[in-house]
């Protein structure tokens, strides 16, 4: 019977929490071994080159840190960034991702990935780094993806951006300065004033 204590790859999986295919083949380990402990029921395979052990604690957004292990270039934007920091009512079966728009697409067979171009600071600014399952998820923070969601409501609807405004304020979670900030990225200044001014005064 394999145990995390005695087998160095688990060990090694166990400290990562979802380790990817090609980070365990660096550090020598045959993909054929991975396939023996998966059969064992030592390894779970949780997407496609990816592992974690059966005993991993993983939460509602496992998918997140498997889509960001998976797309490390990629931040969790929009709907599914809305859904992480508890301002929609929302699931979105798909992992929304920004990206740089001059890189390829990325595709995963076993990951609903919903790519948006986006470039500059637009892309740079207002990005988060949270551990979930022990991976890195980088995620837009909250008044970044409140910009955001106003300058996509077309693709995302307005009433799903004015939802999430509504949310953040109620909560005390918005911090209007940095929504300025990020608004002025965004090109939505104009935009939003009139709604956040109807939530203020």
Not at 12 to 19: H, P, S
Not at 76 to 81: G, K, R, T, V
Not at 100 to 107: K, V
Not at 153 to 161: H, K, P
């Amino acid at each position: 019977m394999f145990t995390a204590t005695s087998d160095p790859i688990l060990t090694l999986v166990g400290e990562i929490g979802i380790a990817r295919n090609s980070d365990l083949q660096a550090r020598g380990i045959h993909p054929q071994q991975l396939r023996r402990l998966v059969d064992a029921g030592a390894l779970v395979r949780v997407s496609r080159g990816l592992y974690t052990l059966p005993t991993a604690d993983l939460t509602e957004f496992q998918t997140y840190a498997e889509a960001c292990t998976r797309f490390p270039r990629g931040t969790i934007c929009l709907l599914s960034a809305l859904r992480f920091h508890e301002l929609t009512t929302q699931n979105p079966f798909q992992i929304w991702m920004a990206f740089d728009n001059r890189w390829g697409t990325p595709s995963d067979r076993e990951i609903a990935l919903r790519r948006v171009n986006m470039s500059g600071k637009s892309l740079s600014e207002g990005i988060e780094t949270h551990l979930v399952a022990g991976i890195p998820v980088r995620v837009y923070n909250i008044p970044k993806t409140i910009a955001d969601c106003f300058k996509y409501r077309s693709t995302i609807g307005l009433d799903v951006a004015l939802e999430a405004l509504k949310e953040a304020w109620t909560a005390r979670k918005l911090d209007l300065n940095l929504l300025a900030d990020y608004a002025q990225i965004c090109r939505v200044q104009k935009v939003i004033q009139p709604y956040l001014e109807m939530l203020v005064l």
